[in-house]
Nanobody
Framework: QVQLVESGGGLVQAGGSLGLSCAAS????????MGWFRQAPGKEREFVAA????????YYADSVKGRFTISRDSAKSTVYLQMNSVKPDDTAVYYC????????????????????WGQGTQVTVSS
């Protein structure tokens, strides 16, 4: 059973930077996609970024493109989200997730693609 643990959330001023980490245990990373999603109060969970493990392709929501960067370290079974030039609208609980072979037919940017989720980490951007 794979487990994901996020870390790195906190309070940051608008225009600043923050880095999130997601460490996986219990299963090898190789061959799976990893994604970051976020959920603000009163809103639905939304896609932020994803990394396709084998192809090295990355994907971003339009709202974070050019500001956020997803990366991973397969040796450490960890995926990262570097958040730069943050805005108050980036305030949310951020979740990392990993897919499984039975969900791999879904788009990498959709919630349905991911079957294992972390507990979430709060990111608050002050204006």
């Amino acid at each position: 059973q794979v487990q994901l643990v996020e870390s790195g959330g906190g309070l940051v001023q608008a225009g600043g930077s923050l880095g999130l980490s997601c460490a996986a245990s219990g299963r090898t990373f190789s061959g799976y996609a990893m994604g970051w999603f976020r959920q603000a109060p009163g809103k639905e969970r939304e896609f932020v970024a994803a990394a396709a493990w084998m192809s090295a392709n990355t994907y971003y929501a339009d709202s974070v493109k050019g500001r956020f960067t997803i990366s991973r370290d397969s040796a450490k079974s960890t995926v990262y989200l570097q958040m730069n030039s943050v805005k108050p609208d980036d305030t949310a609980v951020y979740y990392c997730a990993i897919d499984t072979p039975r969900s791999s037919h879904y788009s990498i940017t959709t919630i349905d693609r991911y079957e294992v989720w972390g507990q979430g980490t709060q990111v608050t951007v002050s204006s």
